[in-house]
């Protein structure tokens, strides 16, 4: 079955510098949430979209954007990358809008590193 | 503040032990529930999810969990646990399009 995909898996980048992570729903999931999960910590919720529109928003840096595109892939852009970035950043997605209750389903994640 | 506790932070089991881990959530209202296991450098997989109906739920693996609608808590059971079962185990609630999860309990399992 599909699956959650996200790329790319590990990034390595410098300090300032800009990151792009992408995240491909399962088809037909009309949802997608970002979340940030630092070293030892639990997931932070950073924002999510539904049918392609921004449906909530966490603790995301100004610096940090994200969009879902026609396709309902969604991208996550973070620009001005600082140590303090270094995570792993989960995209999941659900299909909300049938009403009924339903679950997220997790990408493996992008590992990401700023040095 | 609305919030999902897991209490205990780190557990340190043998095999064959029973595992029991708490999870409180302050949110009112009707909330979905769910038991997320992160193994080691993977990402979060579902173990089992409370939506509606029996409040003792199956999931894989042999875990179950209960929700307590009086005490606010969905805690995450097994009777024995194995080797394998070490992770890291996640509560999460959902509210209006949003998963909020708990801090996470580590597992570890002694062979």
């Known amino acids: 079955a599909a699956g959650v995909i996200q790329s790319p898996r590990h990034l390595i980048k410098e300090k300032r510098e800009t990151a792009t992570l992408k995240c491909y729903p399962i088809?037909?999931?009309?949802?997608v949430y970002w979340y940030q999960q630092g070293p030892g910590q639990d997931p932070q919720f950073l924002i999510s979209?539904?049918?392609?529109?921004?449906?909530d928003k966490g603790s995301i840096p100004d610096r940090f954007s994200a969009q879902q595109f026609s396709d309902y892939h969604s991208e996550l852009n973070m620009s001005s990358l600082e140590l303090g970035d270094s995570a792993l950043y989960f995209c999941?997605?659900?299909?909300?809008?049938?009403?009924?209750?339903?679950?997220?389903?997790f990408g493996q994640g992008t590992r990401l590193t700023v040095v | 503040a609305q919030s999902v506790s897991q209490h205990n932070h780190h557990v340190i089991l043998s095999e064959a032990a029973s595992l029991e881990l708490g999870c409180n959530y302050s949110?009112?209202?009707?909330?979905?529930l769910f038991w997320y296991v992160q193994y080691p450098g993977q990402h979060l997989q579902l173990l089992l999810k409370?939506?509606?109906?029996?409040?003792l739920v199956k999931g894989i693996k042999g875990f179950e969990a209960e929700f307590i609608k009086s005490k606010f808590s969905f805690n995450l059971r097994k009777p024995s646990v194995q080797w394998s079962d070490t992770a890291e185990y996640f509560c999460?609630?959902?509210?209006?399009?949003?998963?909020?999860f708990g801090s996470g309990t580590k597992l570890n399992v002694k062979p």
């Open positions: 999941a997605s659900s299909l909300e809008g049938t009403g009924r209750n339903t679950e997220a389903f």
């Open positions: 088809p037909r999931h009309d949802t």
């Open positions: 979209f539904y049918e392609k529109m921004q449906s």
């Open positions: 949110y009112g209202g009707t909330v979905n």
């Open positions: 409370y939506f509606s109906g029996d409040p």
């Open positions: 999460a609630v959902t509210k209006f399009n949003k998963f909020y």
